[in-house]
């Protein structure tokens, strides 16, 4: 359908049928019949076709410019419904399917007014563009349309209030849109307040009745809503140019959702009804329990005191302990003999045993096996066996121990795992001293030993700190070979 018959321009607006209008539950829509402005409208179009006049008909001029009817008096076109532009097409159809619910209708007089807020909305927002007269026709088309709806249903005095506020907002919104240009002023000399209401001050009559409205609030609920929905849809007035107007607005909009007993019943309810907590009594805390929170405390306060005296004594006596460590010789003591040594005793069975089980492990200057005179031992000889300060291997050195634990599984007696540090002193909660660290050294290894021998209880710990050097501490290399773990059994004779 052509919207602008008589234009120079040549511009169309074509309506077409909706691909989903079935789904609406109504019949398709058809094609419309090109129409043809009326006479002396020009571009606008004529408000919607009236069923009765009021006057006779040669007196009546037709298109735009036909009379409106007085304040609170409908205009001619609220008589009888009329068939609107387009067949059954409803206003901002945007080809959504509506659900299959049933309809709600706690307030006709505002869900009735939906589809031309849409409307009003969507042009004011830009999601619809349309020409100004298309618009002005249309929007005198949808109010036509409202009176007729909301007509059954409520007083005269309740439509003429509601249809000016619908009437106020649409021409707020349409002599405000940008690029207007002589279409804005045609249409405020044409306006729907004018042309319904003879009146051109609609945005001071709309403030004027909000506060009407809110004077008597219970019986004015409906229309409180309808003008809060207005002023949702876009409606500023005066407001629009005001510095402060915005927040002004919206401290209206609030009055008026605030005088509405639905959201403030709303405000009141709780989002979780069962939020709150089982109502049971609180127990009493018996003397026992008391008294065992009093040990505890007690034993936490006699902890710290042992910790701190412990830190005080380890710094007040290492210099105590380092020269009663000088005190002694840094080598083995010998025992000098006259005459000629004694001959070498011959290597064990055991020894030979031990050897050729660890061969690979000797190869690679890991370990080495050593007899005395009643005791065979392997010692290691990585200076690396552990984290610096530290009881934990370092990795793939458990399994140099769990090939010593095969190699003394086979020989008969106790299994002694010795520890020994360098002259590096360390100082700490876990491990206060040397022999405490060569201590807890030796019961890692002795925990990989006793996974490999079938009887773990043959097996003891001993930690010598730096005790017991087997090289000199003032070089890096010496200090290597005292960090070792020797693993010591019985040599049978």
Not at 191 to 215: C, H, K, P, T, Y
């Amino acid at each position: 359908m052509s919207g602008d018959g008589s234009s120079d321009n040549g511009n169309r607006t074509v309506f077409r049928p909706s691909p989903l209008a079935g789904m609406r539950g109504g019949a398709p829509a058809q094609p419309s019949p090109t129409t043809q402005p009326p006479v002396g409208g020009g571009a606008w179009g004529a408000p919607p076709p009236m069923a009765q006049s009021p006057m006779p008909p040669q007196a009546q001029p037709s298109g735009f410019g036909a009379p409106p009817a007085g304040f609170g008096e409908p205009p001619p076109s609220f008589a009888a419904p009329q068939p609107t532009m387009g067949g059954d097409r409803r206003l901002n159809d945007d080809d959504i399917p509506v659900p299959s619910r049933p309809r709600d209708t706690r307030s006709p007089l505002v869900i009735e007014a939906g589809t031309v807020l849409a409307l009003a909305a969507s042009v004011r927002s830009g999601r619809a563009r349309i020409a100004l007269p298309d618009f002005h026709r249309e929007a005198m088309e949808a109010v036509a349309a409202y009176d007729r709806a909301i007509a059954p249903l409520y007083p005269e005095e309740t439509r003429m209030r509601a249809r000016y506020a619908i009437c106020a907002t649409i021409d707020d919104i349409a002599q405000n849109l940008p690029g207007v240009g002589g279409d804005g002023a045609e249409w405020a000399r044409r306006s729907l307040v004018v042309s319904f209401f003879r009146e051109n001050i609609g945005g001071d009559r709309f403030w004027q009745l909000v506060d009407d409205l809110l004077a008597r609030p219970g019986q004015n609920a409906e229309l409180i809503e309808l003008y809060a929905d207005c002023l949702a849809a876009g409606f500023e007035g005066r407001f629009r140019v005001m510095p402060d107007g915005k927040a002004r607005l919206q401290q209206i909009l609030t009055s008026l959702y605030g005088a509405l007993e639905h959201p403030r019943s709303l405000s009141q309810m709780e989002i979780a009804p069962m939020w709150r907590g089982a109502d049971a009594p609180l127990r009493k805390i018996s003397p026992w329990s008391k008294i065992a929170l009093a040990a505890a405390a007690a034993l936490a306060v006699l902890l710290a005191i042992y910790i701190v005296l412990r830190l005080l004594l380890m710094t007040a006596g290492s210099d105590s302990l380092k020269s009663a460590k000088a005190l002694m010789p840094q080598e083995n003591l010998r025992l000098s003999r006259m005459g000629a040594a004694p001959p070498p005793a011959a290597e064990s069975d055991q020894l030979i045993r031990m050897r050729k089980f660890l061969e690979p492990e000797v190869r690679q200057n890991l370990v080495v096996v050593e007899e005395d005179g009643s005791t065979v031992r392997v010692r290691t000889t990585v200076g690396q066996l552990f984290e610096s300060g530290s009881d934990q291997l370092e990795p793939g050195r458990a399994d140099l121990f769990e090939r010593i634990g095969r190699a003394v599984e086979a020989e008969p007696g106790q299994v002694t795992v010795e520890g020994h540090s360098d002259s590096d002193q360390i100082s700490g909660l876990a491990f206060p001293d040397n022999t405490a660290l060569s201590q807890a050294r030796a019961q890692a290894v002795a925990g990989i030993l006793g996974s490999v021998l079938t009887n773990p209880g043959r097996i003891s710990v001993q930690g010598f700190g730096d005790s017991r050097p087997i090289a000199d501490n003032g070089s890096a290399e010496g200090k290597a070979l005292n960090r070792r773990v020797e693993v010591i059994i019985p040599r049978q004779r």
